[in-house]
């Protein structure tokens, strides 16, 4: 566990709702404060853009925080999540994806696809994805002022 993550911030649409119920509870297990920014229920339809603010919001002010945000697509909420200049978002399908990016590119929001990742390769992916370290050089530094 990384324990220089403050806390997890997790939200999903009504699509996302079992897969984040999914990862709260395994990440919890193993010591992470996750905290549950909603939605609950998979039958309330909500829209995409409002479950990233929730998140985008929280880590506007707790700087040691990421973010998880789970639609149907992935690709939804990466978009809406990137329109936050404090957010580097990426949709990852598997654990070396999420690796990379963060490395690279310092990637502090996870995005996941319910429709196109099972549970279990989820969590492993956001286990990549807390766990990574950033690979913080000139190059890379100078890269995220600029899209900041």
């Known amino acids: 566990m990384n324990k220089s993550i403050s806390k997890i911030y997790i939200s999903a649409d009504h699509r996302g709702v079992g897969l984040k119920l999914y990862l709260i509870e395994m990440l919890s297990a193993v010591g992470y404060l996750v905290v549950n920014l909603g939605t609950d229920d998979p039958n309330t339809m909500v829209d995409f853009p409002e479950i990233t ?27 809406a999540a990137n329109r936050f200049r404090h957010i580097r978002a990426s949709r990852c ?30 969590m492993l992916t956001a286990t990549a994805f807390l766990e990574s370290p950033f690979d913080a050089i000139e190059r890379r530094i100078r890269r995220i002022k600029m899209i900041s």
């Open 93 to 122: 399908e598997r654990p070396d994806q999420a690796r990379v990016d963060r490395f690279h590119d310092d990637v502090n929001v996870l995005t996941l696809s319910a429709d196109d990742i099972d549970a279990e390769m989820a």
């Open 53 to 79: 603010e929730r998140v985008t919001d929280k880590m506007l002010t707790d700087k040691t925080a990421r973010g998880i945000i789970v639609c149907g697509s992935g690709a939804g909420v990466q978009i």
